[in-house]
């Protein structure tokens, strides 16, 4: 059983032990939070202003398992983008990333009113593209050689998903 919940000051520390697990942090992205006071200052935020920021937690049975996050891009074209999604490499290859991928859109599109989700993955993150066409992003191009990670300059794979994409 797969939930969704917005992280608290509590989860500060395991996010933290997450992003910084040399099987996580090479594929997100370079400004992101890694250290505990920059993520707890985004967890602040989030709990704050729900309008505009979100860091979540996915839950196992109750379990710390992953996390995903959204920001809002534009409040005028209620636009958000999600990112920073993230499985304990102990719990992949389940399907745990792509049931609460499956939430989160609802979630967003469906509570929050947005009407448009964006995000980006970097081109050599094969299985995170794998997994965004699974849960049903649509590919909307490649951002060429966007971003420099790793020493090289990197691709990014947009995708995006409209409110009426969503299943009834
Ligand atoms: C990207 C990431 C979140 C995906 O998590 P994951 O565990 O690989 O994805 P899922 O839990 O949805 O599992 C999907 C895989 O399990 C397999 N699988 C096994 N049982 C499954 C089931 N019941 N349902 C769905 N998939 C299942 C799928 O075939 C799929 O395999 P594939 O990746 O070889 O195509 C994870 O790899 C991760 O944290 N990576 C590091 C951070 C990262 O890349 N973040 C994304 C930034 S854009």
Same mark, same amino acid.
């Given at each position: 059983?797969?939930?969704?919940?917005?992280?608290?000051?509590? !989860?500060? !520390?395991?996010?933290?032990?997450?992003?910084? !697990? @040399?099987?996580? @942090? *090479?594929?997100?992205?370079?400004?992101?939070?890694? #250290?505990?006071?920059?993520?707890?200052?985004?967890?602040?935020?989030?709990?704050?202003? *729900?309008?505009?920021?979100?860091?979540?937690?996915?839950?196992?049975?109750?379990?710390? %398992?992953?996390?995903?996050?959204?920001?809002? %891009?534009?409040?005028?074209?209620?636009?958000?983008?999600?990112?920073?999604?993230?499985?304990?490499?102990?719990?992949?290859?389940?399907?745990?990333?792509?049931?609460?991928?499956?939430?989160?859109?609802?979630?967003?599109?469906?509570?929050?009113?947005?009407?448009?989700?964006?995000?980006?993955?970097?081109?050599?993150?094969?299985?995170?593209?794998?997994?965004? @066409?699974?849960?049903?992003?649509?590919?909307?191009?490649?951002?060429?050689?966007?971003?420099?990670?790793?020493?090289?300059?990197? #691709?990014?794979?947009?995708?995006?998903?409209?409110?009426?994409?969503?299943?009834?």
């Amino acid at each position: 059983m797969i939930s969704l919940r917005r992280a608290t000051v509590d !989860d500060v !520390d395991w996010l933290v032990e997450l992003y910084t !697990d @040399e099987d996580t @942090e *090479p594929f997100l992205g370079g400004r992101g939070p890694r #250290d505990w006071d920059a993520m707890r200052a985004q967890v602040e935020r989030s709990q704050e202003e *729900p309008d505009e920021t979100g860091r979540m937690i996915i839950e196992l049975d109750g379990e710390r %398992v992953g996390t995903m996050g959204y920001d809002r %891009v534009s409040e005028a074209h209620a636009i958000a983008r999600i990112g920073g999604l993230a499985v304990d490499p102990a719990f992949r290859g389940r399907g745990i990333a792509d049931e609460a991928a499956r939430r989160f859109q609802r979630y967003l599109l469906l509570e929050r009113g947005f009407h448009r989700l964006e995000l980006a993955c970097y081109g050599f993150n094969e299985r995170a593209i794998r997994h965004s @066409e699974r849960v049903g992003f649509v590919r909307e191009g490649v951002k060429r050689k966007a971003y420099l990670r790793h020493g090289e300059w990197q #691709d990014a794979v947009l995708f995006s998903l409209l409110r009426e994409d969503l299943e009834p």
